[in-house]
Nanobody
Framework: QVQLVESGGGLVQAGGSLRLSCSASGRTVSNYVMGWFRQAPGSLREFVAAITWNGVTTHYADSVKGRFTISRDYTKNTIFLQMNNLKPEDTAVYFC????????????????WGQGTQVTVSS
């Protein structure tokens, strides 16, 4: 099993910044692709960003490119999502995810999910 615990959500004004963290444990999670999804009220969950196990390759949704940065501390099995220039439409519950296959994280549905952390951006 893989356990994912997010932190760092909160309330911020438009144009502000937040940094989310996700700590992973269990099995060989250090070799997994990790990333972030989000779900706004009344909407489906959507892919936000992903990073490979060695941190070399990253992927982003078009809606966050240039504003969000995903990074990874391999030694601590922790990933981060730095969110800058936040907009009200970024308001959502943000979920940390993990899977051995990058296609499942970026294209379909990853196997492992955290409990989510709320991000609210006021206008």
């Amino acid at each position: 099993q893989v356990q994912l615990v997010e932190s760092g959500g909160g309330l911020v004004q438009a144009g502000g910044s937040l940094r989310l963290s996700c700590s992973a444990s269990g099995r060989t999670v250090s070799n997994y692709v990790m990333g972030w999804f989000r779900q706004a009220p009344g909407s489906l969950r959507e892919f936000v960003a992903a990073i490979t196990w060695n941190g070399v390759t990253t992927h982003y949704a078009d809606s966050v490119k240039g504003r969000f940065t995903i990074s990874r501390d391999y030694t601590k099995n922790t990933i981060f999502l730095q969110m800058n220039n936040l907009k009200p439409e970024d308001t959502a519950v943000y979920f940390c995810v993990a899977d051995p296959q990058i296609r499942k994280v970026v294209v379909t549905t990853p196997n492992y999910w955290g409990q989510g952390t709320q991000v609210t951006v006021s206008s």
